[in-house]
């Protein structure tokens, strides 16, 4: 039956509901092996889906598990989904400080895909923090604390975990359909009633250009709030890696002060305070995003947010002080420099090739099995536009696991480009899509007018 499937597939055919219901079940029980579903989504990943196939995607990836009921807890639930990016940690900023603000939110990630980061592993270096919790667990801890942060497990959509990490290590990450299933069925399954989206732009992502990024905000957005998920899209810039620093334990160090109120760098802060904001608005705890924004600023410079980011890994299996000697506690055993090769300007840094270098150095996988090093990363000290002498240090790499880096290097190196020309500027958000429809942006300043 699978084989046929796939000869559909591979011809262009289409696949009814009920085939989809059969064939994720099927995958989910294990009666349907890893390698015939690689060939389907290899065959789907050259072929497309139809609407119809990605919503019963959709349907069959969220009753693989149990659907939360969280009328039980007041207010409205709020949570945000990234499409992926390189040194993209919005989300470990946002979920404290909206929390903290009395917004529940109920966060089911995923684990890095392809070249990108995951917030789960992001939040798997954190020494004792875990994020495969029971369905019970799950709205106990946030009923209790506010947030709570976990992974697809066997009562939450077990299926969009087997079917994420195949297509990590199958390249056939980049299929949109599946992509809007994925990300929209951990949001349905958790019981939010208000989402915020960030469609990432450019090479480090996985949409190339700001029409496919439209089409999939749109996808997301109808299929959303066809579901009573109430959903804002932004499609944001990812031709180059987010913040100051890429990686697990790196993303978390740098969260960490962005949280503290510690000077951030400025797009990521920019990114932090619009889905902080949009979550805010959504959440009904302000009229407009300018009021919105004044809140979260006020939940971090309070020292609110970061206490909320200690609870939630209290309550999540971290020791209660786990965040004073973080840095300490994921100390890299090696660390490398990477310096500019020449004078001139650094025009680019890469997101592809910094996220590939970061899966090389043990940051990501390369076979489902495979085990992440949670310190591995990069350190940006250098930035796109600034100028830099032959000899200057551009970055620092950092890892523990890996006996033989040089490869890794090398890549992490290539992503580096000094030249004579100027950086060319790009703006931060490119569009803005709800259920009215979608407009152009190009000052997200636009956004809180
Ligand atoms: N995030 C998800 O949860 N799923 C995808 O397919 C891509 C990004």
């Known amino acids: 039956m699978v084989i046929d499937w796939i000869r559909r597939k591979q011809q262009g055919g289409e696949l009814t509901a009920e085939e989809i219901r059969e064939l994720t079940e099927g995958f989910t029980r294990g009666d349907v092996p890893d390698y015939q579903m690689a060939a389907l989504l290899m065959a789907i990943y050259f072929k497309g889906l139809t609407a119809a196939e990605g919503k019963a995607f959709l349907r069959a990836l969220i009753s693989s598990g149990e659907r939360q009921d969280l009328s039980g ?7 945000k989904h990234s499409t992926g990016g390189v040194g ?15 917004i529940p939110v109920p966060m089911i990630s995923g684990r890095a895909l392809g070249h990108t980061g ?3 592993d992001k939040l798997e270096s ?5 994020t495969k919790l029971s369905a019970r667990e799950f709205r106990r801890i946030l009923a209790d604390v506010g947030c709570v942060l976990v992974g697809q497990s066997d009562s939450l959509v077990p299926a969009d975990r087997r079917l994420y990490a195949l297509r990590d290590v199958t390249s056939t990450v980049k299929i949109p359909g599946l992509i809007a299933a994925s990300i929209l069925s951990k949001k349905i399954a958790e019981g939010a009633n208000g989402l915020v989206l960030d469609v990432k732009i450019g090479e480090g992502g996985f949409l190339p250009n700001e029409e496919e990024a439209v089409e999939l905000a749109k996808l997301l957005v109808a299929w959303a709030e066809e579901n009573g998920l109430h959903t804002v899209a ?5 031709e180059t890696p987010l913040g100051h620093a890429a990686g697990n334990a790196p993303e978390v160090i740098e969260s960490l002060k962005i949280l503290k109120g510690e000077e951030p760098d400025a797009r990521l802060a920019t990114l932090c305070e619009l889905q902080g904001a949009m979550m805010i608005w959504l959440g009904g705890k302000a009229n407009d995003l300018r009021v919105a924004r004044q809140l979260y600023r006020e939940a971090v410079v309070s020292g609110k947010a970061i206490q909320k980011m200690q609870e939630i890994a209290h309550a999540q299996g971290a020791a209660g002080d786990v965040f004073e000697n973080f840095e ?3 100390r890299p055993k090696k660390k490398a420099a990477i310096t500019a090769s020449r004078s001139g300007i650094l025009a680019r840094i890469h997101a592809q090739k910094i996220g590939w270098g970061l899966v090389d150095l043990g940051a990501g996988r390369k076979k489902a099995s495979d085990p992440v090093d949670p310190t591995a990363g990069i350190y940006f000290v250098a930035r796109e536009g600034d100028t830099v002498k032959a000899g200057d240090a551009l970055a620092e790499v950092v890892w523990s696991a890996l006996n033989d880096a040089a490869e890794s290097l090398a890549r992490l190196r290539e992503a580096f480009v000094v030249s004579d020309e100027p950086a060319t500027e790009r703006p931060l958000v490119f569009f803005v899509c709800d259920r009215v429809g979608c407009r152009t942006v190009r000052q997200s300043e636009e956004l809180f007018v």
């Open 328 to 330: 300490q506690n994921v």
């Open 88 to 102: 993209d940690k919005v989300s470990l900023v946002v979920a404290p400080v909206v929390s903290s603000l009395g």
């Open 118 to 120: 995951g917030t789960l």
């Open 73 to 79: 807890i007041p207010g409205i639930k709020v949570d």
């Open 234 to 238: 932004l499609g944001t810039d990812m």
């Open 126 to 130: 954190i020494p004792g923090f875990r």
